[in-house]
């Protein structure tokens, strides 16, 4: 099997895994409140990825360490955004909203670094807008709090991405995603001691540690790993395609274990978003390709 084969099905690991995180975290926040829930599932990432890489993360100096706990405090944001909207909406809305980050991206690269998205980007955020209103506007053409606070989790994802372009220049991946654990952990602490009741996790049932354990080791570390090292061997636009999968693999769980039942209006959503997504990360380079042979 060629590398390039083991990267993309790496990759596709990553992205199932994701896909299937979502009926996961569902099944939590029934039970765990969003940041206690992200406390957990931060502060265990953040101790197992920190004893993976404590070299690393012992030659940063204090501007690498305070980028990556600022850039890690953002993710957290993003995450609880997307939690606390799954409280209102099904896994797999959940799941396509979030994703509108990759064609928000470019917009925000204007916006901060004065550069112009090309006309791929342009088309992406018309479609994705169209997807978005199929997705999440009712009859009276208004949106439930769920779908919009998923929205503005993608919104917040998006910055993210913008942060480790700004801080992570230099630093060992490892090290630098120890990082955004550990500052996530320490604001996601702050909030669940000043806004909600931390001392919950004293009742946690067993069937719950095992969600935190899923999401802790499989949807976090081990995708870190297919991701990293997936990439090595694939090209951008390829691992940028798979990857996307995630939002797909994240309906067909809903529909499998959740019981979701998709509209057909909701369907075209997905699809349109998807397409959207397609065209921002791959300019269609593959079909470029296909006509030049």
Known sequence: MGKNIQGSLLLL???LIWGSSFIVMKSAVDFLTPAVLLFLRFSLAAILLSLLFIKKIKTLNFQQIKGGLITGSCLFGAYYVQTWGLNYTTPGKNAF?????????PFLVWLFYHKR???YNFIAAFICILGIGCVSLDGNLTMNIGDFL????GLLYAGHILLIKKFSEGIDGGAFTSLQFI?????ALILALTTENIGIISNIQPSIYLQILYLVVFATALTMFCQTTGQKYTSECNASLILSLESVFGVAFSI???GEVLTFKILLGFILIFVAIIISET???FLKKGIVK
């Open 256 to 258: 499998a274990f959740y």
């Open 117 to 119: 998205p090309d006309i």
């Open 13 to 15: 690991l990553a992205a």
């Open 183 to 187: 500052g996530g952990a320490i604001v």
């Open 283 to 285: 300019k269609l380079s």
């Open 150 to 153: 998923t929205l503005c989790g």
């Open 97 to 105: 909203l979030t994703a509108v980050y990759c064609a928000i991206v």
